[in-house]
């Protein structure tokens, strides 16, 4: 099965770090996914951009509007996304712990939904 | 021949925790089951209860699960569980006693796993492990049915959706996921525990489905911590009758009738804390069943080891320093001592701000007054006490005991 694991943390606390601890946690983030890579268990990922360069699009009435940020201000905000292949939710949950920033916010796990078939 | 009930109760978890493997599905697997079951009521009056009902009913329920999967040629993802089912000899399907044991434990760590909310692994693991009806937990969790039904509904969706799988954890996974389980058995007992007091008419007795649970799981997953809260379950379970008086009141440890205790139960609890102590590490159960076991072993209140109770508190502590714990070792210091040194540790509790929230915080303020002969302080602390107690028979005992307090002496 596919999961997505979506990484959350408080930029605060990656702004308070040293740059030394951020490259860090970086270098930790690239062993991990060479190591999730060797087994067959990484199909895509990317690290996010602070919230800051975020801009929401809405289309109303065929009107598209845009806001500067998130929707909503959360304690956490979103730093990046893994797409995992695993057996199952014990798997996926196994590997989730495993991305380093679980240390320092949150992943939430989802698994994937197929859309359906495309309409004749 | 036995009568489908009884059918149905000596074999209808199995049955179903079977099936829920074979046919990878819970509602097609409740289905199935059912389909068994009445197939079994049309033809064993006439050929007879064959050799291994067991086996029949879940062999009966798998080709009925195959067949409502091929008539309703549902979701595509199942395709591959109809293909097999062609090529599936009967042997493979056949169950021996070891694989529907492991079923049990599958379907166990499934209904308690740890990505579920504690109120749908309570209301699953009552549900498919305990084999009760949707209303019989409804009423026995005092939740509505269709509120109970919903939550059911929504985990197994989960369950199946999110990839949760059927399986007992591995050995290096088990102390991660063992506790999940345990809690959701300590709950159960926990919810009828609470509520013996009589008011509720209700079929289902949790606190005997809680000791069922620890009882099966137990012979599953001989680990130290199932014994122990297995023992802690028995011995609490044995002062069952006398907690309370007829009317609903309150009765302390120590007012308690100690004839009334069943012997029976201490015994079985005595016997199984003595399995859970050998085993390190001591869990928390087993330290809290040791608790349990002093009182059950002390022909009164008076000779009871307060000494060893305040010891079993410190340890308990040192794993879980949480302030009830800190106050439940600041009254038997106070019995061991006296109730100015328990008064001094409870003083040095009230730090802790949800203290000063929790009835049971000052009713053990105000009991040590009491005994220390503070009647105004005792007074005072008890109607502290009960401006926060919501439950009736607590109500009832600490009016109690302000009554005797007002006496003109």
Not at chain 2, 103 to 117: G, I, V, Y
Not at chain 2, 237 to 244: E, H, L
Request: hydrophobic share 40%; proline share 5%; charged share 25%.
């Amino acid at each position: 099965m596919k999961y997505v694991a979506l990484v959350y943390y408080q930029e605060s606390i990656i702004n308070a770090m040293t740059e030394q601890a951020w490259q860090d946690l970086n270098q930790e983030c690239i062993a991990g996914v060479e190591r999730m890579t060797a087994q067959g268990k990484y199909l895509a990922g990317q690290a996010l951009q602070p919230i800051d360069t975020a801009t929401t699009v809405r289309v109303r009435h065929g009107e598209t509007l845009l806001t500067d940020g998130p929707f909503a201000e959360t304690k956490e905000q979103l730093a990046g996304f893994y797409l995992l292949d695993a057996v199952d939710l014990n798997e996926a949950l196994q590997l989730a712990s495993r991305i380093a920033p679980a240390r320092l916010g949150s992943i939430e796990v989802r698994p994937v939904r197929e859309l359906p078939p495309k309409r004749e | 021949m036995a009568t489908i009930e009884q059918l149905y109760q000596c074999y209808s978890r199995r049955v179903q925790a079977t099936l829920i493997r074979l046919l990878g599905d819970f509602s097609l697997a409740e289905e199935a089951s059912q389909e068994a079951f009445a197939a079994a009521l049309q033809q064993w009056p006439a050929t007879g209860e064959p050799d291994n009902p067991l086996a029949w009913l879940i062999r009966t329920g798998y080709r009925r699960g195959i067949d409502q999967l091929r008539r309703h040629g549902t979701a595509r993802r199942n395709a591959h569980l109809i293909a097999t089912s062609d090529a599936m000899t009967e042997a493979m399907v056949e169950p021996d006693e070891r694989s529907i044991e492991d079923d049990q434990l599958r379907l166990l760590f499934t209904c308690c796993h740890p990505s579920l909310t504690m109120e749908a692994r309570v209301a699953l693991t009552l549900r498919e492990m305990c084999g009760l009806t949707t209303e019989q937990v409804a009423s026995a969790l005092l939740t509505k049915p269709a509120t109970l039904a919903q939550r059911i509904v929504r985990a197994k969706r989960k369950i199946r959706d999110a990839g949760i799988p059927y399986e007992v954890p591995e050995r290096t996974q088990l102390p991660q996921r063992l506790p999940s389980v345990l809690q959701v058995i300590y709950l159960v007992f926990n919810e009828g525990y609470s509520r013996s007091d009589g008011e509720q008419v209700i079929d289902v007795n949790l606190i005997d489905e809680a000791i069922r649970l620890g009882r099966a799981l137990a012979d599953l997953l001989p680990h130290g911590e199932v014994f122990g809260l297995l023992a802690l379950m028995l011995l609490h379970d044995a002062r069952r009758d006398t907690r309370q008086t007829v009317s609903g009141e309150l009765m302390t440890l120590e007012e308690q009738d100690r004839k009334r205790w069943d012997a029976e139960r201490i015994r079985t609890g005595l016997a199984w804390l003595e399995r859970a102590l050998p085993l390190t590490p001591v869990s928390a159960y087993t330290l809290q069943a040791s608790i349990a076991a002093v009182h059950a072993q002390a022909p009164s209140a008076e000779t009871t080891d307060w000494a060893r109770i305040v010891r079993l508190y410190e340890a308990l502590y040192l794993q879980q320093p949480t302030p009830i714990l800190a106050l439940n070792r600041a009254v038997a210091v106070a019995i061991r001592d006296s109730p100015q040194a328990g008064l001094m540790l409870l003083d040095a509790l009230s730090e802790h701000p949800q203290m000063h929230h929790y009835h049971l915080y000052h009713a053990a303020k105000a009991e040590l007054y009491r005994r220390s002969g503070d009647r105004l302080a005792a007074v005072q602390a008890y109607q502290q006490a009960l401006a926060l107690a919501s439950q009736y028979p607590e109500r009832q005992f600490l009016t109690r005991r302000l009554a005797e307090l007002n006496l003109p002496a």
